[in-house]
């Protein structure tokens, strides 16, 4: 099982990135894909998740949206309204495994 995270980056507040997360190695149809996140001297934190139906924490719900294209074994998570709390490194997720993430860095 591998994921490829990519898309992070510096933003300002208020602004938007689309983050990716790639997977092989197993049967990805419909198959539950969650994104968390971490930020320095923080826990983990649970954002989006996505089978047939999705679900959103509720500190991110209404700005951000996960979605898939199962042809390109893709999950993505297109973030809105970016707002300095959401700085961490984020990662997708199936069972026990995670990519190596990608860094999300909202600050003017």
Not at 73 to 87: A, G, H, R
Not at 91 to 101: I, M, P, S
Request: aromatic content about 12%; hydrophobic content about 30%; charged content about 20%.
């Amino acid at each position: 099982v591998q994921f490829v995270e990519s898309g992070g980056g510096l933003v300002q507040p208020g602004g938007s990135l689309r983050l990716s997360c790639t997977a092989s190695g197993f049967p990805f149809d419909y198959v539950l894909i969650r994104w968390y996140r971490q930020a320095p001297g923080k826990l983990r934190e649970f954002v989006a998740q996505i089978d047939t139906r999705t679900e959103y924490a509720e500190s991110v719900k209404g700005r951000f949206l996960i979605s898939r294209d199962n042809v390109k074994n893709t999950v993505y998570l297109q973030m809105n309204n970016l707002k300095p709390e959401d700085t961490a490194v984020y990662y997708c997720n199936y069972l026990t495994y995670r990519g190596q993430g990608t860094q999300v860095t909202v600050s003017s």
